[in-house]
């Protein structure tokens, strides 16, 4: 077995900032990729980005900041352990309180409390899918699932799951559906379809936009496709390529006449991460949406992956040598010096693509692209979210808007200046679901953009 050093390279961005944050200050750290200011909420990269992440819905309910800083004074760098034990103490103590609270009496207070600690159930659940037979992927999701229950029954207009149906019938695509206040069958509003990416559920959509759309009078429908927290867990389905046939369903739906509130022609579909990608390939097929939101703009799944391979491990990939490279990227893996990103990253593939090795969750992903003239196929304006600093996806924006029908890519770079600079814009949704839905409220008014 060769050494890990060359290993090293297989994910540079990763294992260049692990570097760093043991030895010198990150501002100088990691050149243009890395450079801004923001204080890190942990030595350990990923850890500190999670952490944002959880962070970043206390101002959508989602979270409370004091909370998660308090869960984050107890992680151990490195240690994926003490993460998912800082949150299931944390998200067990919140449920306490929500329970304790008389929900008819305060139902504002329980629901508050119950939309916390779902949240934190799903930070305790985050790093475990290393190995997909521990019982507490099961647990802590059935924990969350109840916590968010309870929390949407107690909203003004509760939240409702539907389940509906792949048109080939072989898998179902749970949803959540909120109508807009005020929204009824005179009274038609814009629907925003929210749906997540590699890791997230659609319960963190409603905290991440979903609240942000239903403020400005959008109906909002959340939902999961193969791969995602759910359908993953519920039907061992991992994720798929043609994922029109996940949000064609959706549509179907919204059109039906079953939610006689929603304006059908003015539909919006967000992707969130990897969602980026999955949103506008279905839009290549689905053309009854007035307008998409790629946040971010990811033309390839693979190619971010495949880009961090080097030295023998790339050769062995480029070979088709597949168990030799998994051989090596086990080796390394288990050797302990991978950087969290790193071996979260991996672990994540192959859970959620419902496979056994990462030369198969890679290959899997390896057809996830708008090539082939897919981009070209999109007949609907396009939002795409570039953020300056992203750890995951970089140079992956530009790429979608490039490939786009001319006039149909509205092109955001985002950067420091604005705290927009992360994945996903994490920590600064305000300011970015405000450029999102102006931008979508001049799409479907057919009016300039006022920016
Ligand atoms: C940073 O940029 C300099 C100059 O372009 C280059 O020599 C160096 O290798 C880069 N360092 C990293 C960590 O990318
Ligand atoms: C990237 O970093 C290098 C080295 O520090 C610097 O010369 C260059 O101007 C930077 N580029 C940008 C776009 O910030
Ligand atoms: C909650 O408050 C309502 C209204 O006062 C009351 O009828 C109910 O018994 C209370 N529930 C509990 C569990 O105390
Ligand atoms: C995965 O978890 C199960 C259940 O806790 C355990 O029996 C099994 O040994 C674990 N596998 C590995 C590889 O750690
Ligand atoms: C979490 O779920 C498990 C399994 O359903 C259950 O036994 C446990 O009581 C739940 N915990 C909380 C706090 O609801
Ligand atoms: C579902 O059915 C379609 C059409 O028969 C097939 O192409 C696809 O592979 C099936 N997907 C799953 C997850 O079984
Ligand atoms: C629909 O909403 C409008 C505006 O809120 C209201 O004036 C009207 O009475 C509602 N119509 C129905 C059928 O509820
Ligand atoms: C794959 O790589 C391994 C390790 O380098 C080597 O022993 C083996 O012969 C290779 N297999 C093929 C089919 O090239
Ligand atoms: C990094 O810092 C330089 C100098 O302040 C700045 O010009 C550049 O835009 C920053 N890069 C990113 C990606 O924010």
Redesign the pocket.
Known sequence: MTTSKSLKGLFVAALVASASAAVVPR?TAT??????TQLPLSSDDSFSYELLRTASLSRSFGADTGEVLQAAGSIIPGNLESFSGAFNKLANHVYSQAQAINATLDPVTARNAFFRASTYFRSADFYLHGNGSDPRLTTFWANQTAAFNSAIALLPIPGERITLQAASGNFSIPCIYYRAEGANATNLRPTVILGNGYDGAQEEMLHATGFDALARGYNVITYEGPGQPTVRREQNLGFITEWETVVTPVVDYLLSGARPEVDGSKLGLFGYSMGGFLAVRAAAFEHRLAAVFAVDGLYSVFEPYYNTLEGQVKDLWDAGNYSAFDAEVNYYLDSGMAPTETLWSLQQGVWSFDVDTVSEFLRKAEPMTLDGGLAQQVTCPVWIGAP??DIFFPNQPEKVRDALRPGLASYNYL???DAA?NHCHVGAMDRVNGLIYDWFDNVIANRVDRR
Do not use: G
């Open positions: 501002s050149n243009n990729t890395t450079n801004s300056s600093e950067t420091a200046a600079q």
